[in-house]
């Protein structure tokens, strides 16, 4: 599917079933989302990385709502599995989404301004070094007798500076690279966007709604 | 009013992977911390108390960068890396990322992106406070609470947006200054 | 082709007193290798992002075959002139080298189907057709800067502007980068021009150096130029005084089954290393060999395989706190080693922890002044030269006095005359307060006099080099 489309259909789901309070759609949700991600062969760490984590937060926080509130069970059932809907999608997502495929999607298919879609990656494929960075700034700190917590403003301040530092030479390599901003570009890979995008689209959104109306109480 | 320019892009999205990092470096302290408070019930509260640090990231954008819709995609873009590192709260985190984010825009809204001080940086904290408060009667449920709960949540989650997203921010911003990099 | 002509530039940085360039002329003829030197912090990195058109001034004095740069349209800007920059690891947009060179193309609207086979093209004039679907970020620099290169061999840019590309670059890559410059000077008739410090390898190709110095460019005579690379001929760069470890020597750090890896890559397969106390080590290798991964495992910032052991106690036992002031590290990246805002304050915040007994504030003022650095108490560190901020860091990591000092490539893009103070400071302070200092270090020009234990990094072993005393 569209990797724009896809993104849409996720927040749009998202969204719907942050509001609406049925719970069988959300079972329906976990299972399709379950069955997809075993199709795009995730691994099983992962997978139980995506349940373990969720089920600890879900049942601590209806726990929660048991002792604090008189919330009905079947609120607190679709406030538990609610969380599963979120982050197994989010898996599904992100495992059949490389984020290289979603950008040169979003700047071909959704008209995102191209300084945005390489400037995204740009800093992205900067992770590596950005992870690095805290780790090296905390050791600087304590080789020079300093001890830098989450809250010492200098902590921030020095990541602040090398994000400054390295977007400053981004961008000039960038240039320096032909990048002009608002310059027309030729697209070496092109990201198809076809009819039947649109037809999984609309009937999944459908699917929902015809869901979400049978299933209302 | 100034544009975005290829340079502020890419800095307002290595701060939002930075403020991730920092985030993530401490994980298990927010798993600790959530899972003593669990089985008296106050889960949420864990939430609460650290929701500021996950929030900084809009108002620290929109102090360095100062372009209308800079702490929108700070904290936006936070959650979409959040995303694909595999954070556990998957789909949503784009949601509450553009909300939060829109929360501490409207502080900067209000003030017109002229004024870069206390007062604005207090009300960004409250608007942030009270838009993903809203959010989060729904999304986790919290309109069925008691009321006396409610209240304790939600000025446990102003004074952390206040100390984390305002003074901090306000020290941070207070060295930017100085080093030159930024307009008093 | 293009000739690059600058007529009477002056550029003075924003809220500066004094202009950096000052009525600054100078030709850059087509097809020619121009290589230009000069003290640290004399503006040479400006007028290269001037002539790039990096930073934007009104009306430039740059000429690129008579049309001015600003006549130039954006699009066809990166044709006429491209940069290759210091820091290899943040000159690239894409994550893989095949997706950065088809990224550099797109740009210049070059059709679909021919950007494979320009790729191609120029993954093979450079060499490295080897790299091409791997990770930008996982390379060494050393192979950045070729793919660097590369991306400007595939957009064929007519001027080729660099700014001290070889400064952590190993000195067998530096050969043969230099070789493919030339080539692209020679075959294809692009103009280059070069800054660099260390001028090791120049001497076949360049007969005039254009010296920077007081805002003004200056083409030096074919006599003076020979004269300037007189200092950087093989036998000056040899190191005599080394010999093998003996049993006299005390042992401060100690791996047992010592081994490094990113990933599944062996970097150092497990051995035993000793490293002795109150000496001087240099350790050499080629680039990506894993010498500053061995230094970031040897302050617990990197993972190890085996065990380290600092006096006889594994480190991983020792308090973090306690151990970093202990084993101290001065990091690649001069600007990782600050945390304040001035000069004055990060030297300070040294006093204040380190060892102010020997340091003290009339011996501080005597080192800034050595090292040409004083009277600027009140500068902000980040507009600092690089050269200048190399040497700060230098003297902040000195005033620690940690026991063991580990230096990664101090004299990364110092010049000459900094290079000669830095080793005299080094020298007397490790003499004085009998430090223990390790250093890696491509560049050899000036350390002969300071090293006594020489560790080669090759085929994934350390071994000492020299003869036994
Ligand atoms: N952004 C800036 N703001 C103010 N001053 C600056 C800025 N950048 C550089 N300078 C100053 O301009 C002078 C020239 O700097 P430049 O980086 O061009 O020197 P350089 O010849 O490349 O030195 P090095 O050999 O150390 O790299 C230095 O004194 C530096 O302090
Ligand atoms: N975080 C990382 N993940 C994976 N590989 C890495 C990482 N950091 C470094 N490497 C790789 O490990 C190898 C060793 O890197 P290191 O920086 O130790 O080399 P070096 O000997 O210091 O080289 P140089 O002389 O260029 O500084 C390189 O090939 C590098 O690409
Ligand atoms: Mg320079
Ligand atoms: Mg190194």
């Known amino acids: 599917m569209n990797p724009s489309l896809k993104l849409a259909l996720l927040v749009l789901i998202a969204l719907e079933v942050s509001f609406i309070q049925v719970w069988s759609i959300n079972v329906a949700l976990i299972v399709v989302s379950l069955i997809l991600m075993l199709l795009g062969r995730i691994t099983w760490r992962r997978l139980l990385w995506l349940t373990l984590v969720p089920l600890f937060f879900s049942s601590a926080l209806v726990w929660s709502l048991m002792l604090r509130s008189s919330a009905s069970t079947h609120f607190l059932i679709v406030i538990f599995t609610r969380l599963f809907v979120y982050v197994y999608m989010g898996g599904w997502f992100t495992l059949t989404t490389p984020p290289l495929w979603l950008t040169h999607s979003l700047e071909q298919n959704a008209k995102l301004p191209s300084k945005f879609a390489y400037g995204f990656l740009a800093a992205f494929n900067l992770m590596p070094k950005i992870q690095a960075e805290v780790a090296t700034v905390r050791a600087a700190a304590l080789m020079r007798g300093e001890v830098l917590h989450v809250w010492s403003p200098r902590l921030y301040f020095k990541v602040i500076l090398a994000a400054m530092n390295w977007s400053d030479q981004l961008a000039a390599a960038m240039t320096s690279h032909g990048f002009v901003e608002g310059a027309p570009r030729t697209h070496a890979q092109t990201v198809p966007l076809v009819a039947r995008d649109w037809w999984l689209f609309v009937g999944s959104l459908l699917l929902v709604q015809i869901g979400l109306f049978v299933g209302l109480p | 009013m100034k544009r975005w320019h290829i340079r502020d892009i890419i800095l307002v999205t290595i701060i939002a992977i930075f403020m991730g990092v920092i985030f993530w470096a401490l994980g298990p302290v927010y798993t600790i911390l959530a899972a003593a408070l669990a089985p008296m019930g106050l889960q949420p509260l864990a939430n609460e108390l650290l929701l500021g640090i996950w929030v900084m990231a809009g108002p620290l954008a929109g102090f360095v960068i100062r372009i209308p819709g800079a702490a929108t995609l700070g904290e936006l873009l936070g959650a979409v890396v959040e995303m694909f590192l595999g954070g556990i709260w998957g789909a949503s985190t784009l949601i509450s990322g553009t909300l939060q984010g829109f929360g501490s825009e409207l502080g900067f809204i209000f003030t017109g992106y002229k004024r870069y001080g206390w007062f604005t940086l207090f009300l960004s904290s409250l608007t942030t406070a009270i838009v993903t408060f809203v959010w989060d009667l729904f999304r986790n449920g919290y309109a069925a609470y008691h009321l006396p709960f409610l209240l304790l949540l939600f000025c446990v989650r102003l004074l952390s947006i206040f100390i984390f997203g305002g003074v901090l921010t306000k020290l941070i911003n207070n060295l930017l200054v100085r080093a030159h990099v930024l307009k008093d | ?469």
């Open chain 3, 1 to 469: 082709m293009a000739t690059v002509t600058v007529q009477s530039l002056t550029y003075t940085y924003p809220k500066q007193a004094h202009p950096v360039l000052d009525h600054l002329s100078g030709t850059f003829p087509t097809g020619k290798f121009s290589l230009l030197t000069g003290v640290s912090g004399g503006g040479k990195s400006t007028l290269l992002k001037l002539i790039a058109g990096l930073i934007p001034m009104s009306a430039t004095p740059i000429n690129f075959d008579g049309h001015p740069l600003s006549a130039i349209t954006p699009t066809q800007r990166a044709s006429t002139v491209a940069m290759l920059f210091q820091e290899p690891s943040t000159q690239f947009t894409m994550d893989t080298v095949e997706n950065e060179l088809r990224f550099a193309l797109e740009n210049q609207q070059v059709p679909a189907e021919e950007i494979a086979d320009r790729c191609d093209a120029a993954l093979n004039f450079i060499g490295i057709s080897d790299l091409k679907f791997r990770k930008l970020m996982f390379l060494s620099g050393g192979e950045q800067q070729k793919v660097a290169l590369a991306i400007i061999v595939a957009m064929d840019s007519d001027v080729i502007l660099l700014d001290e590309p070889f400064a952590s670059i190993d000195p067998p890559t530096r050969l043969i980068l230099l070789e493919k410059l030339v080539a692209l000077c020679n075959d294809r008739g692009k103009t280059i021009i070069l800054a660099d410090h260390d001028l090791s390898g120049y001497q076949q190709w360049v007969d005039h150096l254009a010296v920077l110095a007081d805002g003004q460019l200056t083409l030096l005579s074919t006599a003076a130029t020979r004269e300037r690379f007189a200092a950087f001929t093989p036998q000056r760069l040899q190191l005599t005084h080394v010999q093998l470890p003996n049993d006299q020597l005390t042992v401060c750090l100690q791996g047992t089954q010592l081994g490094l890896a990113h990933g599944d890559r062996q970097l150092l397969t497990p051995q035993d290393l000793s490293l002795y106390a109150h000496r001087t080590t240099l350790i050499t290798g080629p680039n990506g060999s894993g010498k500053s991964t061995l230094f970031k495992a040897l302050v617990r910032l990197g993972r190890y395989q085996g065990q380290l052991t600092y006096r006889q106690t594994d480190i991983t036992k020792i308090r973090k706190r306690r151990y970093a002031r202990q084993v101290g590290l001065m990091f690649q990246a001069a600007s990782a080693q600050f945390l304040n805002v001035t000069v004055a304050e990060e030297l300070a915040l040294s006093q204040k922890y380190g060892d102010h007994a020997y340091f003290t504030p009339t011996r501080i003022q005597q080192l800034l002044q050595q090292l040409d650095l004083a009277g600027r108490d009140e500068q902000v560190l980040y507009s600092l030269s690089s050269g200048q901020q190399k040497k700060i860091q230098l003297l902040c990591m000195l005033i620690m006095a940690p026991d063991v000092l580990l230096l990664d490539e101090p004299l990364k893009g110092l010049d000459y005359a900094s290079i000669q103070a830095v080793m005299t400071i080094l020298k007397t302070v490790q003499q004085d307060l009998n430090l223990t200092l390790i250093l890696i270090s491509h560049q050899l020009s000036g350390l002969d006099d300071l090293v006594d234990l020489h560790l080669t990094l090759a085929d994934r072993h350390l071994t000492y080099q020299g003869v036994s005393a």
